[in-house]
């Protein structure tokens, strides 16, 4: 990444009128070439509010997807389409069929991070900011939560009322934090505060000061009287936490990494610009489909 490169970012920005939304996990040279970073829900409503015809999204697959389902007329650019959700993939569609069918009282609660064709049946989307929020909001008692078991562990907790059924998925970055790790990094840094993700295992969160989405993190660190945090989250996020409060100490778990979200890299961002490929492209019908749980999540907003 040089001085050269990054004008040519600028000028085909501008060429294409061309925006960057890019998650709080890319790489620090993606993130340094974003017009806007966030988390999941945060780039979805970003890309709803956008006037420029071309989005680059620097995310996982499901991030594009729905950044396109929600802007059918733009081009929505993913700068490498390798880059996609493990825990997306463990849904079964024929399986949650027969588990809605199983279950016709159940309404079905998909983390935004599950694939089109699960969106499409689906009731209503959740992000890990809004995910008890939008499980409450439900009339059901009975939900069928996919796919994160862990995230789902975490709204049955907070949400008492209802009862879900919880698909047995997890984030493997998330699910490789251990209670004991976190631990150790507290011995060492005793007045820092624990801020953990809720896609963690529950032991994790039950040691936490906070569980928190990746922008319910930023918003706490900026308000908290604490100078030291250890962040249980995808490492990269410490990036964008210092880039902010550069006077506050962030250690991360140095094992919590996503290799999908790390597919993207600032020459890809670059050769998307140039190309305006590779497009995301979805038959209109499944579109439509997959638009209404999220719009539903939309209209609900943030949680956190
Ligand atoms: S961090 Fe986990 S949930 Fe997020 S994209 Fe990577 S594997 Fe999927």
């Known amino acids: 990444m040089n001085k050269k490169n990054i004008d040519k970012i600028i ?7 061309a925006i960057i939304l890019a998650h709080n996990y890319q790489l620090p040279e ?9 988390d999941s829900l945060d780039l979805a409503i970003k890309a709803t ?24 007329d733009k081009n929505v650019i993913h700068p490498d ?12 569609t024929v399986e949650l069929l027969k588990l809605k069918k199983d279950n016709p009282d159940a309404e079905v609660v998909s983390y935004i991070n599950t694939t089109i064709e699960t969106k499409a049946i689906s009731d209503i989307c959740c992000t890990s900011a809004n995910g008890v929020k939008v499980v409450e909001s439900l ?9 994160d078991k862990n995230l789902g562990n975490y709204i049955q907790r907070n949400a008492k009322d209802k009862e879900l059924i919880i698909w047995p998925g997890v984030c493997p970055t998330h699910h490789r934090i251990r209670k004991e790790e976190i631990l150790d ?7 820092a505060e624990i801020l953990v993700h809720p896609e963690c295992r529950p032991e994790v969160i039950d040691i936490s000061d906070f569980a928190l989405s990746t922008n319910g993190m930023l918003n706490h660190v900026k308000k908290s009287d604490a100078n030291e945090f250890i962040i ?13 409060n550069n006077d506050k100490i962030f250690y991360p778990i140095k094992t919590a990494i996503c290799p999908n979200m790390k597919k993207i890299t600032f020459e890809k961002v670059l050769n998307s610009l140039e190309t305006l ?3 995301i492209e979805i038959p209109v019908e499944l579109m439509k489909k997959a638009k209404i749980p999220l719009k539903k999540m939309m209209d609900i907003g943030r949680g956190d």
């Open 81 to 92: 389409i390798e880059a996609e959700c493990p825990m997306a993939n463990t849904v079964n």
């Open 185 to 191: 990094l507290k011995k060492i840094h005793p007045d």
């Open 277 to 279: 490929e590779p497009k």
């Open 11 to 17: 000028q085909l920005k501008k060429k294409y009128n």
């Open 139 to 147: 009339h059901s008692k009975k939900i069928i939560f996919v796919p």
């Open 49 to 72: 509010k956008t006037d420029c015809d071309n989005i680059v999204f620097c995310g996982v697959d499901f991030m594009a997807q729905s950044a396109k389902i929600l802007n059918p």
């Open 232 to 244: 249980g989250t995808e490492k990269e996020l410490c990036y964008r936490l210092k880039n902010e």
């Open 30 to 38: 993606v993130q340094d070439i974003a017009d806007f970073l966030g």
